[in-house]
């Protein structure tokens, strides 16, 4: 089961003249929205899906919400280090999640570009870099000038000894959490899955910058 989903193409023209190099920036501390992917899946393959994101800094817990099959939904407590996969027929596991919950552009990522989305009169968008060692990929993420809300990520590089890439488009945020119960988690806890320790629930990063 993989978090994958089609990805819109859009036209995307680099700002001329002098580039600004803007300080990192903090995202929304509470956000929703939809998050599109697609992801490489096995030799020439590819997977998709669209997810309803649920982003809470203040209380560091994050969930996925499968909006097409409604097959699973994730939750990821970062006060436990402890990511939930929880089924349509109510059945779930746990796994530990490898990196805490980044709630700004970290410190050592590298500026890109400033970008406009759409053109003259377009958003201005700013483009973040970061190599990660283990797996050797390289992470983008574009978020906006103002407000350092999310826009979409990339991740390229080498998984398991493969060519990996994936792409995530977010879109439709808003700045509040529709409904608080998205973060429940069955009780009593749920049974752990070794296996899927450090990874986030299909064996691959789902948004470095998220900290997944």
Known sequence: MRIFTAITAVLVVTCSGQVDVPTPCCFP???????????????????????????????KKFALQEVITKKFRVVVDYNKMTQYVITSDGKCTTSKVPTDMLACIPDNATFVDTVIYGGPGGLNLDKWGVKVP????????TVTRDGCVF????????VNGAPYFQAIEFSNITYAIKDPSVFDVPS?????????????????TASFFMGL
Not at 36 to 48: D, E, K, L, P
Not at 151 to 158: D, K
Not at 188 to 204: F, H, I, K, L, R
Request: with cysteine; glycine share 8%.
């Open 151 to 158: 826009v979409s990520e990339a991740i390229v590089g080498t």
């Open 134 to 141: 283990d797996p050797p990929v390289d992470a983008y993420v």
């Open 29 to 59: 501390k509470i956000w929703e929205g939809m998050m599109a992917t697609i992801q490489t899946n096995g030799a020439m393959g590819y997977t998709t899906s669209m997810m309803k994101a649920s982003y809470d800094s203040s209380v």
């Open 188 to 204: 009593p806890p749920c049974p752990s899955n070794p296996e899927n320790d450090a990874n986030m629930v299909t064996g691959n």
